[in-house]
């Protein structure tokens, strides 16, 4: 038997009939497919959607599933690995948000899913994650993340520095609207929209981009994910932001940061032909012509 887990964003109502029918054809395999499911996705289905997922609810002493399904969009995958990838658990993202570059499949796709599911048909590709550490008393536990930690500026129009040191040496001072320091998965997010390169997934390297940096020699630099990076910021705000996969906290200025690779990995499903070049292709468009 093979248990699966869902999880999904509260953002569904466009797609409530496709989850019904994904939802149904779940449960339609008693035998073989054991079906849980996170408590807040619960509720809303049954709340929002009027849907009975006839799933067992999770619970901290429910064992790790054998899969996680993340429905919705990337943002909702991220969180997902947060929540789940510590245990090794493999995650397959259903999209119904936008992009979704890390997403396996489509709702109306639910029989041929299930059956690559129970069958086998898929691959499961280990992704680095980063870990950022403070030891400033306002800093949380270590964050993590799968797309990238960005170092921005806070409540005022200036610029801020950040001084960046690479495996203990002096790298540069990034003067502008910030810094992003991005794994190749989240390549093809923040970093991209910044002019930062694209990278294969399994590529071992992390990348440093600035944010709207205020001189022209400042470049994107691609660094061996074995590297250590200790980050300072200086700014005339008190203050400046940090953002680890989308979830913001604030931070004083003085609050040095450590970025090195996390001790586990994410690991993403995907099915029969998904290509890391295929996706690139449909996604932006590079197969149009």
């Known amino acids: 038997m093979i248990t699966v887990s869902l999880y999904g ?13 994904f939802l149904n054809e779940l449960a339609s395999h008693p035998a073989t497919l054991r079906v849980t499911i996170e408590h807040r996705f619960n509720t809303y289905l049954r709340e929002s959607l009027g849907l009975d997922p006839k799933a067992e609810v999770i619970t901290p002493d429910t064992p790790p599933a ?8 990337d943002g909702t995958f991220l969180r997902v690995s947060r929540l789940v990838s510590q245990h090794g658990t493999p995650i397959m993202g259903i999209n119904t948000g936008h992009l979704g570059y890390l997403s396996a499949a489509t709702l109306d796709e639910g029989p041929r899913l299930i059956a690559d599911i129970l069958s086998g048909r898929f691959r499961v590709e280990p992704r680095s994650v980063l870990a950022v550490q403070s030891s400033h008393p306002s800093f949380p536990n270590t964050l993590y993340a799968l797309n990238e930690a960005a170092i921005v500026r806070r409540d005022t129009a ?11 040496e002096p790298l540069a001072s990034y003067r502008g609207d910030g810094l992003i320091v991005s794994t190749p998965t989240g390549s093809s997010g923040y970093n991209l929209s910044v002019g930062g390169p694209l990278v294969e997934p399994g590529t071992p390297c992390w990348i440093i981009a ?20 200790r980050i300072a910021a200086r700014a005339r705000s008190e203050s400046y932001l940090l953002s680890v996969d989308g979830k913001a906290t604030v931070l004083p ?20 032909g998904q290509t890391f070049i295929n996706t690139i292709r449909t996604k932006l468009l590079w197969g149009s012509d």
């Open 158 to 168: 200036s610029m801020i520095t950040v001084d960046a040191t690479l495996n203990g």
């Open 210 to 229: 600035p944010i709207a940096p205020h001189a022209l020699n400042m470049r994107p630099l691609v660094v061996s994910d074995t590297s250590t990076l």
């Open 9 to 21: 964003s509260r953002h569904q109502e466009p797609h409530a009939q496709l989850l019904a029918d």
């Open 66 to 73: 054998d899969m996680a399904l993340s429905i919705g969009g």
């Open 253 to 272: 200025i003085g609050a040095t940061l450590h970025i090195s690779r996390a001790p586990y990995e994410v690991n993403v499903v995907h099915r029969p």
